[in-house]
C-alpha cells in the first residue's frame, strides 16, 4: 500500500523560509516522479511543481515566482519543497502526489496524495 506523509508545514510570518518534507512508503521511490500541490480556502487544487525519477522539474504553475525549489532524496524515499520569502497568498494546505511513471504526467493524472501539511503566513 502506497503510503504519502507531509510533514514540515507551521505558522510563519511574511518573507521567512519553509522546508516540506515528504516520505514515501510502498512505491519504487526512485522510478516515481513526484509533486507538489496546494489548496487554499475555497479555491482549486493547484499544482506547484513535479520532479521526475531523473530530477527533471516541471513547473505547473508560476505562482511562486521562482521562490519554491523541489528536490529528493531517493535514498530517503522523501521529496522536499523549499518555499522562499513566503507571503500570506502562500497559505494553503499543501499536498505531495505520487506519479505512476518515470516522468512528470499532467497534473490530473496524479491519482495518489498524502494527507497534507498546513502552511500559514501571517503579514
Known amino acids: 500500500q502506497v503510503q504519502l506523509m507531509e510533514s514540515g508545514g507551521g505558522l510563519v510570518q511574511a518573507g521567512e523560509s519553509l522546508k516540506l518534507s515528504c516520505t514515501t512508503s510502498?512505491?519504487?521511490?526512485?522510478?516515481?516522479?513526484m509533486a507538489w500541490f496546494r489548496q487554499a480556502p475555497g479555491k482549486g487544487r493547484e499544482g506547484l511543481q513535479c520532479?521526475?525519477?531523473?530530477?527533471?522539474?516541471?513547473h505547473y504553475s508560476h505562482s511562486d515566482q521562482g521562490r519554491f525549489t523541489i528536490s529528493r532524496d531517493n535514498a530517503k524515499n522523501t521529496v522536499y519543497l523549499q518555499m522562499d520569502n513566503l507571503a500570506p497568498g502562500d497559505s494553503a494546505m499543501y499536498y505531495c502526489?505520487?506519479?505512476?511513471?518515470?516522468?512528470?504526467?499532467?497534473?490530473?493524472?496524479?491519482?495518489?496524495w498524502g494527507r497534507g501539511t498546513q502552511v500559514t503566513v501571517s503579514s
Open positions: 502526489a505520487a506519479g505512476t511513471s518515470y516522468f512528470c504526467p499532467a497534473p490530473s493524472a496524479f491519482s495518489t
Open positions: 510502498g512505491l519504487t521511490f526512485a522510478h516515481t516522479a
Open positions: 520532479i521526475s525519477w531523473n530530477d527533471g522539474v516541471d
